[in-house]
T-cell receptor, first 112, second 111 residues
Framework: AQSVTQLDSQVPVFEEAPVELRCNYS??????LFWYVQYPNQGLQLLLK??????LVKGINGFEAEFNKSQTSFHLRKPSVHISDTAEYFC??????????FGTGTRLQVFP | DGGITQSPKYLFRKEGQNVTLSCEQN?????MYWYRQDPGQGLRLIYY???????QKGDIAEGYSVSREKKESFPLTVTSAQKNPTAFYLC??????????FGPGTRLTVL
């Protein structure tokens, strides 16, 4: 069975600072990896995904993530955050893209 | 524009009542999903359907029911058997081999 751990439930950061949201997963099979963002009272929007190929994945809004198979991690990064990046971020894994297993989410709070 | 619509956005229910949440997609996706979101618990899968007239239980199916009579529609009924139904409900769909697309959600509150 697969599982996802998001190590930080909340990450406070000042505007224009860099940020890293951590995600580790466990799986006995190859998986696909996703990061979604959720703004208050809205659905989820895909930030980026890793299916195969280059381990550094670039997404929307200046975010990127790096797949590290040996560490079973898929951390999300942004070099300079904006107030508008304040949201909940979810890491998810899928063994076959038909089902997603989500982490418990990380709330990113950007302060001016 | 293609997308997923959920209605209503807010729903209030008295204890003991069944309620049905609507989910419609015009993306021509085969697979559709229902998730429940509670604070601090992420998203948990309730039911999913990979093709019309077929669906499977997810991790927390007890107290819920679904139907998939049309490709574009996947309604979720929250029955009186669901002991703690107050939550945010999200519907999603996918074309095989790609990411899941999410609707805007329905917030259900039991009074």
């Amino acid at each position: 069975a697969q599982s996802v751990t998001q190590l930080d439930s909340q990450v406070p950061v000042f505007e224009e600072a860099p940020v890293e949201l951590r995600c580790n997963y466990s799986s006995s099979v190859s998986v696909y990896l996703f990061w979604y963002v959720q703004y208050p009272n809205q659905g989820l929007q895909l930030l980026l995904k890793y299916l195969s190929g280059s381990t550094l994945v670039k997404g929307i809004n200046g975010f990127e993530a790096e797949f590290n198979k040996s560490q079973t991690s898929f951390h999300l990064r942004k070099p300079s955050v904006h107030i508008s990046d304040t949201a909940e971020y979810f890491c998810a894994v899928s063994p076959n893209t038909d089902k997603l297993i989500f982490g418990t989410g990380t709330r990113l709070q950007v302060f001016p | 524009d293609g997308g997923i619509t959920q209605s209503p956005k807010y729903l209030f229910r008295k204890e003991g009542q069944n309620v049905t949440l609507s989910c419609e997609q015009n993306l021509n996706h085969d697979a559709m999903y229902w998730y429940r979101q509670d604070p601090g618990q992420g998203l948990r899968l309730i039911y999913y359907s990979q093709i019309v007239n077929d669906f499977q239980k997810g991790d927390i199916a007890e107290g819920y029911s679904v139907s998939r009579e049309k490709k574009e529609s996947f309604p979720l009924t929250v029955t009186s058997a669901q002991k703690n139904p107050t939550a945010f409900y999200l519907c999603a769909s996918t074309d095989r081999g790609d990411e899941q697309f999410f609707g805007p959600g329905t917030r259900l509150t039991v009074l």
